[in-house]
Every structure is written in structure tokens, then in C-alpha cells.
């Protein structure tokens, strides 16, 4: 190869080399371009994109309070719930004591009474029905007696006969 030659294809290398320069200089410019144009972009959205994110921060503080103040009512509520059923427990337990109570005590006036009236049925029956049926034994002997006696005579066989069947 000669000088020449060697000139020339050097020359050609480096106007290639001094092309792929342009090529790469001018698509860097261009990227640059594109670049501003989205920064010029992001700057415009940048505002709303922070207002957007002040808007949801209070939305999220404000959410938080009102998730806990809803849950201190809660609580609160269920705290008052909770002392409302123990004490309706509490007088529901009371009340079925003194109920069971009251029951026992009738229970018991029940039992005495009947003890009463049958004390009274037997001491009746002792003192009142006994004497009136002995003395009503005593006037059926005296009446039996009168009438034998006024009848007189002896008694004929068929009356004989009548008052035995009605011992045997």
C-alpha cells in the first residue's frame, strides 16, 4: 500500500469518524430538546401534582381524626353498653333471688295452712261431729226403745226375722 492510498483511507476513516461525530452531536442536541420539553412538562404538572398530594395529606389527616374520634365513641359506647348489662344482670340476679325468696315463703304459708285446716278438719270432726254422732246414736237408742216399749206385745216372727237379717 502506498502512501497514498494510506492517505486516502485514513482520510475516509476520519471523515466517517467526523460524520458519526455530527450524527451523535446532533441527537444529543435533539435528546436535550426532548429533555427540556418534559422538564417544561414535569415544571407545569409539578404544582398540581404537589397540590394534589397536600389535598391527600389532609384528606389522610382528617380521615385519621374522624377514624378516631368514631372510634372513641365506639369504645365509649360499648363501655356504657357494658355497664348497662352488668347492671341489668345485676337486678335480674336480684330480682330471681328475692322471686325465689317470695316463692319459699309462700311455699311455707302453704304448708302451714294446710296443716291448719287439717288440724281444723280433725279437731271438727273430734270435738263437734263425734259427740253429734254419738249423741245422734244415743237418741236412735232411746227412740228405739220408746217405740219398742210402746208398741207393747211381743213382735211377730216376719219383724223377728227382719231385724236379724240386718245384724248379719
Not at 105 to 113: H, I, P, S
Not at 116 to 125: C, E, W
Request: overall charge negative.
Amino acid at each position: 500500500m502506498t502512501t497514498e492510498q494510506f492517505y486516502l483511507v485514513a482520510a475516509i476513516g476520519i471523515g466517517i469518524l467526523v460524520l458519526a461525530f455530527l450524527v451523535q452531536t446532533g441527537l444529543l442536541i435533539v435528546m436535550a430538546r426532548a429533555a427540556r420539553a418534559i422538564k417544561g412538562q414535569l415544571e407545569h404538572l409539578s404544582p398540581r401534582a404537589e397540590s394534589l398530594m397536600d389535598s391527600a395529606e389532609k384528606t389522610l389527616a382528617d380521615s385519621r381524626k374522624q377514624i378516631s374520634e368514631v372510634t372513641a365513641k365506639a369504645n365509649a359506647v360499648l363501655d356504657t353498653t357494658k355497664n348497662q348489662v352488668e347492671k341489668t344482670s345485676g337486678f335480674l340476679t336480684e330480682a330471681t333471688d328475692r322471686a325465689r325468696a317470695q316463692l319459699d315463703r309462700v311455699e311455707l304459708v302453704l304448708d302451714d295452712t294446710i296443716t291448719r285446716v287439717h288440724q281444723t278438719a280433725v279437731m271438727l270432726n273430734d270435738g263437734v261431729l263425734r259427740p253429734l254422732r254419738e249423741l245422734n246414736g244415743i237418741v236412735a237408742g232411746v227412740r228405739g226403745a220408746v217405740a219398742h216399749l210402746l208398741r207393747g206385745g211381743r213382735p211377730d216372727v216376719s219383724q223377728a226375722t227382719t231385724d236379724e237379717e240386718m245384724f248379719i
